[in-house]
């Protein structure tokens, strides 16, 4: 039974930064996937960035430069550090997995995701 809860959410300044973990709970060793996903309301869940296995990295336009996805396998956690916040990144962010480990940002291979965390930029 794999679990996926996100913590580190919050409120924060125009051009600040958070960092969002991740805990996995129940992934076996394997190929996989592990993605950052956001949503705002009213719209799409959009994934953002995404990991690998192999330690291959996608980023969404969005955020590319400013968002950088890393995972510490020996933790079993997921992490998406986040600098230069900005008001449209707000949105309340969910941490995914996929058993594809080519699954990039494609959002038809994410099966489970966690609640997620809420951010807000103001």
């Known amino acids: 039974h794999v679990q996926l809860v996100e913590s580190g959410g919050g409120s924060v300044e125009a051009g600040g930064s958070l960092r969002l973990s991740c805990t996995a709970s129940?992934?076996?060793?394997?190929?996989?996937?592990m993605a950052w996903f956001r949503q705002l309301p009213g719209k799409e869940r959009e994934a953002i960035a995404a990991?690998?296995?192999?330690?291959?990295?996608w980023y969404a336009d969005s955020v590319k430069g400013r968002f950088t996805i890393s995972n510490d396998n020996a933790k079993g956690t997921l992490y998406l550090e986040m600098n230069n916040l900005k008001a449209e990144d707000t949105a309340m962010y969910f941490c995914?997995?996929?058993?594809?480990?080519?699954?990039?940002?494609?959002?038809?291979?994410?099966?489970?995701y966690g609640r997620g965390t809420q951010v807000t930029v103001s």
């Open positions: 995914a997995a996929a058993p594809y480990s080519l699954a990039g940002l494609a959002k038809y291979y994410y099966t489970l």
């Open positions: 990991t690998n296995s192999g330690g291959k990295v």
């Open positions: 129940g992934l076996t060793s394997g190929t996989y996937c």
